[in-house]
């Protein structure tokens, strides 16, 4: 067991924790570019979305609630940074198309 404590409090040790080390902050990176990248996707859903409502001066429950959804999981879940916001507030102004 001595060997092991040597071993691991060594430079064999050092490059165990460098390697475990690297292999962690690959992975994080990785991560953090699916979220970033899922984040751009969602924003541009949600802008497109958006514009075409208030384009066409109308929207229904159903598509306000969907946007809403969309946003909620962007803004408070992916950590957004508010770029839709703006949008949000003139859907929320639109008329309701009850019959949709």
Known sequence: MDWLVELLSGAA??????GAFGIWQ???????AHSKALRYLMLYVIQERAKQHI???Y????????LHHW???YHNELG?????????????????????
């Open 59 to 66: 929207i229904t429950l159903e598509e306000r609630r969907a």
């Open 80 to 100: 957004g940074n508010g770029d839709a916001d703006a949008l949000m507030a003139q859907v929320d102004k639109l008329r309701l198309d009850m019959d949709g």
């Open 26 to 32: 690959k992975r994080h990176a990785r991560k953090d």
């Open 13 to 18: 040790g050092a490059a165990l924790v460098a």
């Open 71 to 73: 946003h909620n999981l």
């Open 55 to 57: 384009r066409d001066g």
